[in-house]
């Protein structure tokens, strides 16, 4: 990774371009530290170019944003990158580092009290947080699905191998060892709550698909069993239980589920909650 910085009035913004793992987050305090003894306490961290950040890395940013505002400055990122914006959002690192889309806006926040402007909920769409799910038996999917698709007047070009093709779009909640929990709203089903909570009831046997973005990886597979619904407004949230998962896999995952708890402890700390 490369961190350049450049210098603005009574301001600095430091650009990183790359992977930014481990190796790098003591150079990124080192910068900080040299900004603020030389005066400067208000500082945009860029992150346009960076393709890929780890968990030890957004720590690191929460740490540098302590650093800076323990010297009565204030430390915000610019134009993060899409996988940065969506690990920073999903791990709640933006409540203590605001994020800006121009460097305009994070220029004017360092001299106010401005915070990051809210954004609209966006429409469920496959990203780092997508989990892909179906019932491994092919009836069930028929049995839900088809007759809701006849009333919607749905066509379906796959009719006779439906239930075999369809998948789910959820929302990941929570991932460890164990399993995992996922939301999801029916996407273009037309099934109500109820109807969403029998077609994915306990004891159901899913394929599931999800990533592990953290560690720069494409979608993990595993077989899991449905041990928790909870109806929802608008939606369920499914836990399951991981019933066929390979060893590389589980591996990752223990690794995910530990990083999550280091930066939920570090975001403990940075907010006092």
């Known amino acids: 990774m490369h961190i350049n910085v450049e210098h603005g009035d009574s301001y600095a913004t430091i650009h990183l371009r790359g992977e930014f793992d481990t190796y790098y987050c003591k150079h990124l305090q080192d910068q900080v530290d040299a900004l603020t003894a030389s005066g400067v306490a208000r500082v945009i961290l860029n992150l346009r170019l960076v393709r890929f950040i780890n968990s030890t890395a957004l720590g690191a940013i929460i740490k540098a944003s302590k650093s800076v505002g323990s010297k009565g400055g204030k430390l915000v990122i610019a134009r993060p990158s899409s996988f940065c914006r969506d690990i920073i959002s999903k791990v709640g690192v933006d409540r203590v580092v605001p994020i800006f889309d121009t460097e305009e806006e994070a220029q004017r926040a360092l001299f106010s009290d401005a915070k990051a402007a809210a954004r609209p909920a966006a429409a469920p769409v496959e990203d780092e947080g997508s989990v892909l799910f179906a019932p491994t038996d092919a009836t069930r999917i028929e049995h839900f699905l088809s007759q809701t698709r006849r009333t919607k007047g749905i066509l379906n070009p796959l009719a006779h191998n439906f239930g075999a093709t369809w998948r789910g779009l959820g929302r990941m909640a929570s991932l460890d060892e164990r399993g995992l929990r996922f939301t999801w709203n029916g996407g273009d089903t037309g099934l109500d709550v109820f109807a969403m909570g029998q077609l994915l009831a306990i ?44 060893e590389k896999t589980l591996g990752a995952v223990r690794q995910y589920s530990t990083d999550m708890r280091f930066l939920k402890d570090e975001l403990k700390k940075a907010t006092g909650s």
Do not use: M, N, W
């Open 203 to 246: 004891g159901t046997e899913l394929s599931v698909k999800f990533r592990l973005p953290l560690f720069q990886s494409g979608y993990c597979e595993s077989t899991a069993v449905v041990s928790e619904v909870e109806e929802r407004d608008g939606g369920v949230k499914i836990g399951a239980a991981f019933s066929k998962i390979d």
